[in-house]
């Protein structure tokens, strides 16, 4: 009986906390120059965007599968590639200010004329997949690439 109220209550601390981002175990700064959305769901556990267009958000995925880094990083890129509208530009790893290493994809993406930049750090733990998304038109990007990179090294994942 005991086993099976606790089953329960499991379930339900997990249904809530699926419903609920405070739940979802991860911290990041919010860019200075930026307001954090109160409601990002459903696409984003998080979201942040300045006045001039540049939006930061966080996805938290179940890494129910326990992939790899490698995997993840990979399987990201070539979903963002196999639509045509990202191009890659950069690939690198990166560490927060708390030791958690994670892999930046840098792309651009639209014409010349009205080009945009996205970038997708993706952070893995044994339990979760983070995504820190980035991106906005690429002069408006630009000026806000030091604080988003702030914001990408002040990244925590449980």
């Known amino acids: 009986m005991k086993s099976i109220a606790r089953t329960t209550i499991a379930a339900l601390a997990l ?15 919010t860019p200075d120059g930026f307001a954090r959305i109160s ?3 459903p696409s984003y556990d998080y979201r942040a965007l300045s006045a001039y267009g540049v939006a930061v958000a966080v996805r938290a995925i ?36 708390r030791g958690q290493v994670g892999k930046n994809l840098r792309y651009s993406m639209g014409d ?10 993706v952070f893995v733990t044994r339990d979760w997949v983070y995504l820190v998304e ?10 806000a690439q030091p604080e988003v990179e702030r914001a990408i090294r002040s990244f925590e994942g449980g």
């Open 15 to 29: 249904a809530l906390c699926a419903s609920a981002p405070a739940c979802t175990p991860f911290r990041l700064r």
């Open 112 to 121: 010349p004329q009205n080009s945009g930049t996205y970038w997708v750090t």
């Open 39 to 41: 409601d990002p769901r």
């Open 62 to 97: 179940p890494n129910q599968e326990g992939a790899s880094m490698a995997f993840w990083a990979e399987a990201v890129d070539r979903r963002l590639q196999r639509g045509g509208a990202y191009r890659p530009v950069a690939s690198m790893d990166v560490r927060t200010e």
């Open 134 to 143: 980035a991106g906005g038109g690429a002069s408006s990007f630009a000026r």
